[in-house]
């Protein structure tokens, strides 16, 4: 069976500018959460949605927004860049209290 | 204070050798306990869940406090494929997990 998958692996981006991260859960599994992880820190909570509707929502600019589709993958969306955005953004999706990660999109903001 | 806090190490020690680390955490009113293992520049993955029992996979035992809001984790038997980073992480509730700094290991022949 397929795991979590992400798009895009990598991405550059200048300040100001705008980006969307993708996210395919595993099959049957109806909720997703995102999360940031900086350099030699810990992934740090995003949001997380069940059922194509926001759950939770850690301590994050409204800059930071995301969605859920009908066939439960999920977008972020990241408005206005700076510099401290870039990180490794993960995807987990989970059916029970297990969350499983997927490889996550590399942002390097310039 | 942070919510979940980790010695970062480095632990280095070499093959064969046993090896322990704690984390704290702040909020009692956490739920559920895990370890994840992370690999450099790659996803974390579960390596265990932690009960209040203490319970052990393989090689591996951790250890709950609540008392003391403590989780531990002891590797026995060292392999060079345990070198990682391993991400302590407490659930408060349904859907937010909190993950600390980490601690790296290193194993080395």
């Known amino acids: 069976d397929a795991g979590v998958t992400q798009s895009p692996t990598h991405l550059i981006k200048t300040r100001g500018q705008h980006v969307t991260l993708r996210c395919s859960p595993i099959?049957?599994?109806?909720?997703v959460s995102w999360y940031q992880q900086v350099l030699g820190q810990g992934p740090q909570f995003i949001f997380q949605?069940?059922?194509?509707?926001?759950?939770g929502r850690g301590n994050f600019p409204d800059r930071f927004s995301a969605r859920q589709f009908p066939n439960y993958s999920s977008e972020l969306n990241v408005n206005a860049l700076l510099l401290g955005d870039s990180a490794l953004y993960l995807c987990?999706?989970?059916?029970?209290?297990?969350?499983?990660f997927g490889p996550g999109t590399r942002l390097t903001v310039t | 204070r942070k919510e979940v806090e980790q010695d970062p190490g480095p632990f280095n020690v070499p093959e064969g050798a046993t090896v322990a680390f704690n984390c704290t955490y702040s909020?009692?009113?956490?739920?559920?306990f895990f370890w994840y293992r992370q690999d450099c520049r790659k996803e974390p993955k579960l390596l265990m869940s932690?009960?209040?029992s203490g319970n052990e996979d393989g090689r591996f035992t951790a250890q709950l406090n609540r008392a003391s809001q403590y989780i531990s984790l002891l590797i026995r038997d060292s392999k060079l494929s345990d070198s990682a980073t391993y991400l302590c992480?407490?659930?408060?509730?349904?859907?937010?997990?909190?993950f600390g700094a980490g601690t790296t290991v290193t194993v080395r022949a």
């Open positions: 987990a999706s989970s059916s029970t209290a297990q969350q499983y």
């Open positions: 099959s049957g599994h109806k909720s």
């Open positions: 949605y069940y059922e194509k509707e926001e759950r």
């Open positions: 909020n009692s009113a956490s739920q559920s």
């Open positions: 932690v009960y209040s």
């Open positions: 992480v407490v659930d408060l509730n349904d859907y937010k997990l909190s």
